[in-house]
């Protein structure tokens, strides 16, 4: 099941508190560290692909659409 950005940028900014908090274990952190890499990753592929939806759509002239539909 794929994250919301929404959701992936919550559980991102929790995971950095924790590290940032100093009371984990080494382990604790190292484990952290990796869950945030991927958490960011997935954020950038999220983004990556909203940005090439509103590129399609405002390539496509699509914008006259788009301003219409607010």
């Excluded at 508190?17 to 890499?37: N, Q």
């Amino acid at each position: 099941m794929e994250l919301k950005f929404e959701d992936a940028l919550n559980e991102l900014e929790l995971t950095v508190k924790k590290l940032e908090s100093g009371e984990t274990t080494l382990e604790e952190a190292m484990e952290l560290f990796e869950k945030g890499v991927g958490l960011t990753k997935e954020c950038r592929k999220l983004l990556e692909g909203a940005e090439l939806k509103v590129t399609k759509l405002l390539a496509d002239g699509s914008e006259e659409e788009f301003e219409a539909e607010e």
